[in-house]
């Protein structure tokens, strides 16, 4: 309905404008022009200054995120003016090179199309590099995360290798068209190979996680307009790798066979077992990363950082929302700050937001 969309923008520029310092003409004379188009047309077209501002503060509102402290740091790509899948797809791809950055990562934004009433282009992947998870009679191999996207790729052509970390292809979809299949170049994935300052041992695992978490499957909201395809990526914080994908029992299940090695007494909870691999599973994730020269944050320097942000925050005049139950790190959260303070889950726009899945 335009009038929320009316509400939205003028709301959008009134508060980004005085932000970015604009003198008052100049911030009556866009509001003008953006009501007039909407009222013509339905929609508004934001320029580059206004895409740029509603990204970053997208990020510095998004509530789950202990990393905002650098939102202003964020790339912005524009690639608004795409017209095919094929176009997206080479967009992503230098995304994924641009944001990797031989290991120092830059945090990225591409900004494809807006959504209009009769057109969207979306991407299928939840991550734009994320390993393959299959469902087999023997049991589970790879990712069990990607089980149900790995399902859609065989059914759309992909053949399947049944490995532990196979990459997976991207899935882009003008409107209702067929989505179409693109393998990402191999040379454009980097990964760390994970091995343990002390324990020779380790590498024997053969674990290894992808460098660049790469979110593809959220929309951007800005002004009232939305943005259905927006990946983002920042770099990881270890515990995301240490204390989950490759810990949790339902995804690699690592701890039993760590704590075998380390000589652990498995059969007492109370030789604290699962705690001991944890830490030295998340040593390894860190000191491999920081080995292989690719960005990473520990939990306890990401928590200082957010610190900081909360800090910044305060003397700008803006309160710092967030939603604690994420904010505080998978593994020793009462060992940081945020564990012992409460934040307000209010939701505030711009934002990156969940949408309906395309399948
Ligand atoms: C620069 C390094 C960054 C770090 C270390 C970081 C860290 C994190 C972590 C640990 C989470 C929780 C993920 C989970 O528990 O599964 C998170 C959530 C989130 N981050 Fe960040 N982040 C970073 C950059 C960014 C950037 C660049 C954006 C967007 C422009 C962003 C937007 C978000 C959003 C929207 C969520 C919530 C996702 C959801 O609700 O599923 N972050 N971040
Ligand atoms: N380090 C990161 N971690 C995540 C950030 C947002 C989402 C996720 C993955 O969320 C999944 C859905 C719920 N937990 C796993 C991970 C970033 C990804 C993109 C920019 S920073």
Not at 14 to 33: D, F, M
Not at 95 to 117: D, M, Y
Not at 168 to 185: A, G, T
Not at 232 to 243: L, P, Q, R, S, V
Request: charged share 25%; glycine share 6%.
């Amino acid at each position: 309905m335009s009038i929320e969309l009316m509400r939205e923008a003028e709301e959008f520029i009134k508060n980004g404008y005085s932000e970015l310092g604009k003198s008052e003409q100049e911030t009556a004379n866009r509001i003008a022009v953006v009501l007039k188009m909407i009222s013509e047309k339905g929609y508004y077209t934001h320029t580059n200054e206004e895409i740029d501002y509603g990204a970053k503060v997208a990020w510095r509102n998004s509530n789950r995120c202990i990393g905002r402290f650098f939102w202003q740091t964020l790339n912005i790509i524009d690639k608004r003016n795409i017209q095919s899948v094929e176009e997206m797809a080479a967009a992503l791809f230098e995304h994924i090179e641009f944001a990797t950055n031989g290991g120092k990562i830059r945090p990225t934004i591409t900004v494809f199309p807006q959504s209009r009433s009769n057109s969207a282009f979306r991407i299928w992947n939840h991550q734009l590099i994320r390993y393959a998870g299959y469902e087999t009679e023997e049991g589970v191999i790879g990712d069990t995360s990607s089980i149900q996207f790995t399902k859609e790729c065989i059914k759309l052509g992909w053949e399947p290798k049944y490995g532990n970390f196979d990459i997976l292809p991207l899935v882009i979809q003008y409107n209702q068209e067929e989505p179409k299949v693109f393998d990402i170049p191999q040379q454009l994935i980097a990964e760390v190979h994970l091995e343990h300052p002390e324990y020779e041992w380790f590498k024997e695992l053969a674990l290894k996680w992808y460098a660049v978490p790469l979110i593809s499957d959220m929309k951007m909201e800005i002004g009232g307009i939305t943005y259905p395809a927006a990946p983002f990526n920042g770099w990881y914080m270890g515990t995301e790798i240490g204390a989950r994908n490759l810990a949790d029992e339902e995804r690699y299940d690592q701890l039993p066979i760590i704590a075998e090695m380390m000589g652990l007494n498995v059969k007492s909870h109370a030789s604290l077992w699962k705690d001991r691999a944890l830490v030295e599973l998340n040593t390894a994730v860190l000191y491999s990363f920081k080995n292989q020269g690719v960005s990473i944050v520990d939990h306890h320097t990401a928590a200082q950082q957010f610190k900081q942000f909360e800090l910044k925050e305060k003397d700008k005049g803006r309160e710092v929302t967030g939603d604690w139950t994420w904010l505080i790190p998978s593994m020793s959260p009462a060992a940081t700050h945020i564990f012992h303070q409460p934040y307000k889950n209010k939701i505030k726009k711009p934002n990156y937001f969940y949408q309906k899945k395309p399948y």
